[in-house]
């Protein structure tokens, strides 16, 4: 996915804070989309996905919505806390067990 | 990391070598990903394989090429190093029970 539009490359939160992580997608026809969590030095890591005929999920303190009209997703995570602090990406499936990345967003939270 | 290992975690290469890198699973995964990352662009699909000898080429496949003989093992390998591959190397597996991929630790190439 391409990250335009609300996209921003990094995003500063107050700890305790909810933060707002947005990605739009490019591909009108993806089914699956995933948010990974990238911490410094490590590979990404799966936080939460959803199904093309789902609008919201919800996980434990992450909640994903989906906005097929505009081809928007994005990722809420509340009470932000120290551990949050990562690169967020989001992810489509474009077919065939493929993932395409958005650029990601850098998160950093303050005490 | 979904027993996913890559190896080796880190080399310096001179450019013109030949490099493999090796991904290594004991999920029994169908499906295996190499991607690369730079800054500002993500990750970037090189190759993919959907099975044993079965493997196709993804965004940015030039200068590269892979091979998978066994379920477990996927090699990335770059025939000539040049400069512009330099990068972070991850490997990725997925099994057919959903699209998730699980990825590796990384490997760093730097070509001089």
């Known amino acids: 996915g391409e990250s335009v539009g609300l996209h921003l490359p990094t995003l500063s939160v107050q700890e305790g804070d909810n933060s707002i992580i947005n990605c739009a997608y490019s591909n009108s026809a993806s089914d699956y989309f995933i948010w990974y969590k990238q911490e410094s030095g490590k590979g990404p890591q799966f936080i939460i996905d959803?199904?093309?005929?789902?609008d919201k999920r919800q996980g434990q303190r992450v909640t994903v919505l989906l906005n097929k009209t505009v081809k928007h997703l994005s990722l809420q995570i509340a009470a932000t806390q120290p551990g949050d602090s990562a690169v967020y990406f989001c992810a489509e499936n474009t077919g065939d067990y493929k993932l395409s990345f958005g650029a990601g967003t850098t998160v950093t939270v303050r005490a | 990391d979904a027993g996913i290992t890559q190896s080796p975690r880190h080399k310096v290469t001179e450019t013109g070598t030949p490099v493999t890198l090796r991904c290594h699973q004991t999920e029994n995964h169908r499906y295996m990903y190499w991607y690369r990352q730079d800054p500002g662009h993500g990750l970037r699909l090189i190759h993919y394989s959907y099975g044993v000898k079965d493997t196709d080429k993804g965004e940015v496949s030039d200068g590269y090429s892979v091979s998978r003989s066994k379920t477990e093992d996927f090699l990335l390998t770059l025939e000539s190093a040049t400069s512009s591959q330099t990068s972070v190397y991850f490997c990725?597996?997925?099994?057919?029970?959903?699209?998730?991929?699980?990825f590796g630790q990384g490997t760093r190439l730097t070509v001089v």
């Open positions: 959803i199904r093309s005929n789902m």
């Open positions: 990725a597996t997925a099994g057919t029970g959903g699209f998730e991929a699980f």
